[in-house]
């Protein structure tokens, strides 16, 4: 029986000639045929099929099967949407152990770090750098701009539930400003009163007028019931600095210590009572690791998902780059070469400072040694991060002008020499760095890798120019005495501004010595006069517009040589969502919106 007889048999057919010819038996033909069950015909189905004829069947039956499995979920996921759940844990790595988590001690990046999960301050910067209230309700400012009254949230609680009240924000500000407490954070709070209006209103009077202050109000406070029976004496050493009580998204959990004493892992889990939303992430373990090859190697070894840090010349040293995103956050710092006349006779000459400006090719410095994470710098107000006009004379990288400027200032390139010396129809005397009359100058940084290599390629950058530079890298404990003693001819460093900046500190002619920050000692009154104005001045646009006119006066006059601005690099999981955050003051800052941050997902109905 051939193939095409056994399909006709199959389904019961007949053929041209069966059809003309009488069959008796038809009946009964018939009443057996209606007897083949569906199961008999699909056990012949196979037989009488070919291969081909059998793969088409099944693939035919399996697009129906999916098609009808399908339906129902794509209609689900066309009219629901996921949003944030509640659930799941991070475990991050951090350089350094924690020894102060309070906001009046804490030095370091990783105390902070700890002190922005644990607590809160009155105001804090939201993802776009903008304050906003986190404990306070809402402020008011006086008319004659010398009183901030400030109204808490209701029902704010500690994270032993008590209530947060005015008391724990004058308790805060007065320890602040007592000198026997140690605290970093007096020199904001000097010549400031404080006074309690009722349990939840508290008001600031100040003597002159500071346009910056509401940037105080984000210290974090700390609870007056658990601290005010600690004695000044006793305040760094007690145990309440590692086992924190605070009012922010993350409470402390536990610690562990090695058996040298050294803490090495911290916990926190979710404030169900925190007063903004409870936090999506339910635990943070964090790990602490003594070097940054330390914690890229704990990465590596799977004991962490996140890191705190990372710099631009090591991310390559980093496993698994798929399971992490690497956040490119603006920070307010930049790295300078802040020149001391004073010590250097040849820096005393413009034409000098202006060579060496037009001999620096900073887009060089951001590439080879940040990997492209960085943006130039010319002026000391970073104006591309704080949206300052950036409408300032600039040194283009330019060897031709450089020479000329150095030839002008009477320094020649001899024959066969690389290094310039003095003409001898100028003043003929020796230079100050010693020696004969070449043109050599020192250059003092950090032992920290990335500026020795900036210090390197700013040394072969200037001897194209016939500038010798002599590089000294100094240990932080002395460099900081040689910063304060102003014992440098040029300083490769770095500095910092906050968000809503006050250059104050680093430019007035009164803050040239120690503790001020003038690193340049340079100082005029025109400049004085501007910075004083600028920071009485509450309105933003009328106080842009005087550091705006700061800036030029210092481009102008190169007391420094504004060289970059690198990007912080934050590496952490994929698994976190909801990170929103473009600029920050501090590496700390990085987690301000934590409770908005997520890795559990569900679906709702649109």
């Known amino acids: 029986m051939n193939k095409q007889r056994q399909l006709d048999d199959f389904f019961g057919l007949q053929t041209p000639e069966e059809e003309s010819k009488p069959n008796k038996h038809a009946d009964l033909k018939d009443i057996l045929f209606k007897k083949i069950t569906l199961r008999s015909k699909l056990k012949i189905l196979p037989k009488v099929l070919s291969k081909k004829e059998r793969y088409l069947i099944l693939v035919f039956v399996l697009l129906i099967l999916g098609s009808i499995i399908s339906i129902p979920i794509a209609t689900y ?38 002190v922005r999960l644990i607590y809160s301050g009155l105001l804090k910067y939201n993802e776009k750098g903008k304050l ?12 004659d701009e010398l009183s901030y009254t400030v109204y808490l949230k209701d029902n704010v609680l500690w994270h032993d539930n008590s209530p947060v009240t005015a008391d724990d924000i ?15 954070q007096r020199i904001n709070w000097q010549g400031v009163e404080v006074e309690r209006a009722d349990e939840k209103t508290i008001v600031f009077k100040l003597k002159n007028k500071y346009a910056q202050f509401l940037t105080n109000l984000t210290l974090p406070i700390i609870p007056q019931h ?25 409470l402390f959990k536990k610690l562990q210590k090695d058996k040298s004493g050294k803490v090495f892992m911290y916990r926190l889990e979710a404030n169900k009572n925190f007063y903004s939303q409870r936090p999506m992430i339910e635990e943070i373990e964090i790990k602490f690791y003594e070097s940054e090859d330390a914690l890229i190697e704990g990465y590596n070894k799977n004991e962490i998902e996140s890191l705190g840090f990372i710099s631009s010349q090591n991310l390559d040293k980093l496993k698994f780059k798929q399971r992490i995103v690497v956040e490119r956050i603006t920070m307010p710092r930049y790295f300078s070469v802040f020149f001391n006349q004073n010590q250097s006779k040849e820096l005393s000459d413009k034409n000098v400072r202006l060579a060496l400006a037009y001999a620096t ?15 130039v710098v010319d002026s000391p107000m970073i104006g591309e991060v704080l949206g300052v006009n950036e409408d300032v004379k600039k040194y283009e990288y330019n060897k031709d002008t450089a020479n000329q400027l150095l030839l002008k200032a009477g320094w020649e390139l001899r024959d066969n020499e690389s290094i310039r010396t003095k003409k001898p129809s100028a003043t003929g005397r020796a230079s100050s760095s010693g020696g004969d009359d070449k043109l050599t100058i020192k ?23 016939g500038v010798e530079i002599e590089v000294e ?41 120690d503790p001020g920050l003038n690193l340049t000692l340079y100082g005029s009154k025109e400049t004085d ?38 990007y912080y690099l934050y590496a952490h999981t994929k698994r976190i969502n909801g990170f929103a955050n473009k600029i920050i003051a501090t590496p700390s800052d990085r987690f301000f919106n934590i409770e908005n941050w997520y890795i559990n997902t569900r679906r709702v109905w649109q």
Do not use: C
């Open 170 to 184: 004058i308790f805060t500000i007065q320890l602040a400003q007592n000198s026997d407490y140690g605290s970093l």
């Open 361 to 375: 090719d900073k887009n060089s410095l951001i590439e080879k040694i940040l990997d492209g994470n960085g943006i």
């Open 529 to 566: 006069t501007l910075l004083e104005d600028a920071r009485k001045t509450l309105n933003p646009s009328e106080r842009i517009k005087k550091y705006q006119d700061f800036q030029k006066l210092i481009v102008e006059e190169v007391p420094a040589l504004f060289l970059y601005s690198p």
């Open 226 to 250: 658990v601290w005010e029976n600690i004695k000044p004496i006793n305040f760094a050493l007690s145990e309440l600095n590692l086992k924190p009580v605070g009012s922010g998204p993350y």
């Open 473 to 513: 890298a100094l240990p932080t404990p002395d460099l900081q005495q040689v910063i304060k003693d102003r014992n440098y001819q040029m300083l490769l460093f770095g500095e910092i501004l906050s968000l809503d900046p006050d250059p104050f500190t680093l430019w007035h002619s009164s803050q040239k010595r």
């Open 132 to 143: 906003v209230p986190d404990l306070a309700k809402s402020y008011e400012i006086s008319q």
């Open 77 to 114: 996921f066309h009219f629901t949407k996921a949003v944030a759940a509640s659930g799941g844990s991070i475990t991050e790595g951090i350089i350094g152990e924690p020894r102060h988590i309070n906001p009046l001690l804490a030095q370091s990046d990783t105390d902070r770090d700890l």
């Open 443 to 465: 250059l003092t940084t950090s032992t920290w890798p990335e500026l020795i290599e900036v210090a390197q390629l700013l040394k072969e950058q200037w001897k194209e120019v």
